[in-house]
């Protein structure tokens, strides 16, 4: 090798950026297909891909793949025990871990754009219509709204289910015999939804780069703006929670203690990436930290101290970061983008 070979292939090097701690002590995988979805179980972390496929991943073992749908997973949640999946292909799928699938609903050509579960309720929606089934129920209840549902998220009791539309959110509540509603009224689309930890709220992301949120008790609106992309992240963090949301160059995260919430108050800026958009974030279990994912690739871990610096936990890779999950005992995180990448490591370094 020349001198000028020599010192290229330096300078090239120096250019490249050191794997973080946690990249060289994880396991990398390339699935060839974008990650779109993912969900922490009872035992395990479920992961969706655009090829149709369901991959499980245990502590200590290889990953596992069921082939789920014929076309892309669009959503996936849990009840704990069982997931739940959504397909472009019309397919409502309960997967077990071990592999087993049992379709609950096939809508043919129409997609199942949006899950949730709670206990032993399933929900999923197809166009305008939100589809309930109870228990051991074999024909679902049915639930019509004017226009796509964009959304689902029942609150922690699982006595409500928010669903997002064009317009607004409508609250169903589970009574002893039937579904009952109520509309919260906001102009604009609206995707996805959620309520706070405490019931007390509800927020939804919008096609609009904002997110809205209602004050349950009085609906009073609360309007959340100035973001220059679209949300497509947002998680509640702490006992007093913040909502920390994606969609600018860092994570906002918005202040929802006190009986007003954001009301005139300023949200905490944390996890600065310079021009980069945040896609996702994930807390950090029983702490009030959070992982920040970037467009380019990189992920950030941050507390939510704006005087207190991130730390990479992933360097850029060039491909929107669209999923980040932590094990249900805090042992593992699992990191994927948009080009199929998987990094699944230890979360502590003594692990």
Not at 88 to 102: A, T
Not at 179 to 186: A, G, H
Not at 206 to 224: C, I, N, P, T, Y
Request: one cysteine or more.
């Amino acid at each position: 090798m020349s001198d000028r070979e020599k010192f290229l292939k330096e300078k090239i090097s120096s250019l490249v950026p050191k794997e973080t701690e946690l990249e060289s002590r994880g396991e990398h995988f390339d699935f060839h297909a974008p990650v779109t979805c993912s969900v922490t179980t009872s035992h395990s972390i479920a992961v969706g891909f655009g090829d149709g496929k369901v991959r499980f991943f245990f502590e200590g073992e290889k990953p596992s793949t069921i082939d789920a749908h014929n076309g892309v997973v669009l959503s996936i949640a849990t009840n704990g025990e069982y997931i739940f999946t959504g397909g472009d292909d019309g397919r409502f799928l309960k997967l077990s871990q071990n592999g087993d699938i049992v379709e609950i609903a096939n809508f043919n050509s129409r997609w199942v754009d949006s899950v949730a579960a709670y206990k032993d309720i399933m929900v999923c929606s197809s166009g305008r219509n939100v589809y309930i089934w109870s228990g051991d129920q074999k024909k679902a209840k049915s639930l019509e709204h004017s226009s796509t549902v964009g959304g689902l998220a029942f609150d922690h009791t699982g006595k409500r289910l928010a669903v997002s539309s064009y317009g607004g959110v409508t609250v169903w509540e589970r009574g002893e015999r039937r579904w009952t509603s109520k509309r919260l009224v906001w102009k604009g689309s609206h995707s996805k939804v959620g309520f706070s930890p405490d019931g007390k709220y509800i927020v939804t992301s919008m096609q609009e780069s904002e997110l809205h949120g209602w004050r349950l008790r009085d609906k009073v609106d609360l309007a959340m703006r100035g973001y220059p992309a679209k949300i497509k992240s947002f998680a509640w963090v702490g006992d007093t929670p913040h909502l920390a949301t994606s969609g600018d160059h860092q994570a906002i995260c918005w202040p929802f203690d006190g009986k007003d919430g954001p009301l005139g108050r300023e949200p905490v800026c944390v996890a600065d990436c310079g021009k980069q958009i945040s896609t996702f974030i994930e807390p950090l279990t029983g702490e009030k930290a959070i992982f920040v994912g970037f467009n380019d690739g990189s992920v950030l871990l941050s507390e939510l101290d704006e005087n207190k610096n991130p730390f990479v936990i992933r360097n850029p890779k060039g491909s929107d970061i669209s999923a980040i999950a932590i094990s249900p005992n805090r042992s593992h995180i699992l990191i994927g983008d948009s080009d199929g990448n998987i990094l699944w490591s230890t979360l502590w370094k003594n692990n």
